[in-house]
């Protein structure tokens, strides 16, 4: 049993270890799987959604994040007021916009 511990003991010619960039390699390939897959696309939709803020004007018609569809009657920097209903009108923060929602075929 004894002689068992002293095969499995460390040896002194370290022929399993490989070379210091070997062992990045699968690193630095996860990375870039990460980044093209996950990190890539997320940037490319926020800065999407950054400048569909930066581009509502009155009579709009939008979608809030909460579901809320209506027609932008006034801005301000923040503030979205838009209004849901023939007089019935809301402010949402401009954060909260989902996007510009498509005009029906009836619509000019």
Known sequence: ?????????????GGGQSGGMGAF??????????YFLL???QQKKAKQHKQILSSLK????VVSTGGLHGVITG???????MEISP??????SRGS?????????GES
């Open 75 to 81: 801005l301000a920097d923040d503030v979205v007021t």
């Open 97 to 105: 916009i989902a996007g510009v929602a498509r005009k029906a075929e």
């Open 58 to 61: 009155k009579g709009d018609r």
């Open 39 to 41: 990190i890539r696309p």
């Open 87 to 92: 007089k019935v009108k809301v402010k949402v």
């Open 25 to 34: 390699i699968p690193l630095i390939i996860i990375f870039a799987i990460f």
């Open 1 to 13: 049993m004894f002689d068992l511990a002293y095969a499995m003991g460390t040896g002194g010619s």
